[in-house]
């Protein structure tokens, strides 16, 4: 290759990075209320996805590394699986609410691998920008169409019925922030943890749970999997042991932070409440899958996404969703790199991710915009890992 391809490759690559920025960030817009409101999410996210899949025509990038190959033959299996249930039981397991995330989450990997080229820690950070950016202006719109007129920390009702998705992608953000934005100047590192501070606060203030036990998962990583200055770890072990003290020693902090916000003001003596209703769901699995082992029974939404698999697909073909759908984790793990913040960061998400599907019906496959940047991640990680 002389030194014109050479130059032209780069710029080709240097573009394809923005590229997938302005993906992430037209996706993650897709969240804003009043698209929500209208139905009109898929048709602001997918335009872009689509194009990029055809640009993959004209790219020529076709070989199948063994992690790809996997996920292919885990989506034929699937289809397999899917089609024979349906002739034999005569239910239609073709359009479970598990489905359609099963293939867009491959379909993205797949958009991704064959679509981005070499990444670098700086690479990460653009595409970082794009999705922090495009959270941050779905965080203020959130914000000023539900939360700008106050609300009742003490109620047991959530302000925003989509507190999921979007707690979610908030927690993402931060995640990105901590690990993929490298300020250099300090007035940069002021908006850096203002912005992670200003996050927190607001992913505290939608109470989703599930989304709220990443922030403890992020420290966990950090401290005992990460290769953090060790008196980066000291400090954040002396934080916390500072507010563990302060919490349990303050009634009106123990009250907001635990009563209000992680048990949404319900009774800690009645578990099924604070559970949501969730373990009065699981008490129902067994009767549910009772008959239904081998192929599963159809379309049930249930909400946990493990025993959902299960539940609709029977425990053959559920596996291979599970399978599939703790894959990131996995790869993340047996990839971890701890003196490098892109592998420290996909471990997180990849783990907060699974965790969310104990408590979600969908995640980590869905639904949607909620958990697509798990999958991105993944093709550009394995991507990387083959350059």
Known sequence: MDATEENMTNISEKSTKIQIAVLCFATNISQLPILVERGLTTIVAMPLWVVALLLI???NRYKLKKEIFFLLVMAVLFLIGQCLATIINGNDYLITSLSYPFYLSIFMVLVIYFYSGKMTEKDFGIIAAGYISSTAI???AVYFTYFRGGFDWNSIQYVYSSKNSVSQIIFTAITLLIFCIRPTRKYQRVFKYAGVLLFTV???ALRSRASILGLLIIIII????????WKIKALIMLVIVGFAIALFSNDSLYNFLVNNILLGNRDIKNLDEVSSGR????STFPSLIEGNGLLGAGNRYY??????AFLQHGYIFGSILIIVAIYPAIWAVRHLRMDESVNIMFLVLAVSYCVNGIFEGVAPLGPGVKCYFV????GLMLKREHS
């Open 303 to 308: 909400e946990c996404f493990y025993l959902a």
């Open 138 to 140: 779905v965080a203020f």
């Open 222 to 229: 950090v401290v005992f999997f990460s290769r953090a200055d």
């Open 279 to 282: 373990l009065d769901i699981l």
């Open 202 to 204: 607001f992913l505290l």
């Open 375 to 378: 999958w991105l991640m993944l």
């Open 57 to 59: 025509v004209f790219k």
